[in-house]
């Protein structure tokens, strides 16, 4: 029996592959976050749906694993990509909880928001890059500090991922000013919110201007290397080709 | 007039995104490193495309850019995402070369190799993650080595794209032994060759096995942290949920 995990990308239709729309076809149930079932409820007319709040990753992964054990064909979304910040390695921890299953998981890629932030801004990850979240939730922030600290160091572009929450709300101040310490104040930054949905708004500033930005939970950040450059509006890292 | 730059991911048409396929379907002209033309050609029927071979990225995106000012609708595309290791920086570096035009780029973002090596091998990247490419074409190897240095101290799960070609046969020995100073031999890595194409094939194995294997330029090599296990013959870095 088949178990998909399925990355939906930022939110638009246009942004699933054909793979995530099979999978999410075939599917009997389609289990998720209530906003993202929400995002693609059209996609599911008369299709069984479970959701449940943010923070019950778990209950929903043991819900899904335990109606595909029942026989169901069953498909876990994740907004972006399902294996980036998603539900993808839960649901393996999960079924591996359970005696021996004849259950095989297929994990759908989506467009995560590094990908779709970036082609919104222009092309900022064109070269190595970092990504790195801002939620303590699950990882102690003195790990988060460091990775910050060293990305920077070893000139990553970063993408940063939940920079904040009402409980976080200076976090992604604090993360710049460890970057800070390291880059330079005009490093060429930008932010994507709410990408790909409706009201999608984007602002390109210096690193310094963001340290001072209140940006909120449905927005990715990208800081930009020094080889990242504004042309015309738009964020882009140089490769470094020779001859243009 | 529109440029677009658009991904169309690891290879199999059920990949690309729906707003790939539209742009492509609406481009007059397409244009494309051969290879990647090849892949999605049985999508171009009666479509004019325009190949360079590797290594002739400035060229190509001259070509694309002057036929854009002379009023066709193009699609420049990539494989896996445009934005990461992709044509979308140097199109917009190409095209501020030229005098001020009417030309709106945009850019399509693909499932890049990251996301669907990770797929295959499991759900590696879960959490904080690095993607650093070995090609010291356009990049000094010593940044290189810095890089992945810094990410294996950082703790960072490791996408390594490009980690062989010809004349570069033994820098994924080298990228591991760099790792290696740092991190367990025993951390568990995988690489996918192929991804989405025909012969697609994958290996999970440790660190310490990694350093002695020969890839080739067709191959996306992923390298665990301390959080990543093998569960059921999948890579699986825990995001550390707990009540599982």
Not at 81 to 98: N, R, S, T
Not at 125 to 145: G, K, Q, R, Y
Request: proline share 3%; net charge negative.
């Amino acid at each position: 029996m088949k178990l998909y995990v399925v990355g939906i990308g930022p939110g638009e239709d246009c942004q699933l592959t054909g793979k995530a729309i099979m999978a999410i076809e075939e599917s009997q149930l389609v289990v998720g976050y209530d906003v993202y079932i929400d995002l693609i409820k059209h996609l599911l007319p008369d299709k069984e749906t479970l959701t449940t709040p943010m923070k019950r990753e778990v209950d929903r992964c043991k819900l899904a694993v335990e109606a595909a054990i029942a026989g169901k064909k069953v498909a876990v979304i994740s907004s972006g990509d399902a294996g980036i910040y998603g539900m993808a390695g839960l649901i393996y921890e999960v079924l591996a909880e359970y005696e021996a299953t004849d259950i095989q998981v297929e994990v759908i890629p989506g467009i995560t928001a590094a990908s779709s932030a970036a082609a919104v801004l222009g092309a900022p990850l064109t070269h190595d890059f970092a990504v790195i979240s801002l939620s303590d939730l699950l990882t102690p922030w003195e790990v988060i500090e460091k990775r910050l600290k060293l990305a920077a160091e070893a000139g990553f572009a970063i993408c940063i991922y939940n920079p904040s929450s009402k409980k976080r709300s200076d976090y992604l101040k604090k993360a710049c000013e460890i970057i800070l310490s390291v880059a330079d104040r005009d490093t060429p930054c930008g932010y994507v919110r709410n990408i790909g949905r409706e009201g999608q708004t984007s602002k390109i500033l210096t690193l310094g201007e963001l340290v001072k930005e209140q940006v909120d939970m449905f927005t990715t950040v990208i800081i930009g290397n020094k080889n990242t450059r504004v042309i015309n509006d738009r964020l882009v890292t140089s490769r470094g080709y020779k001859g243009i």
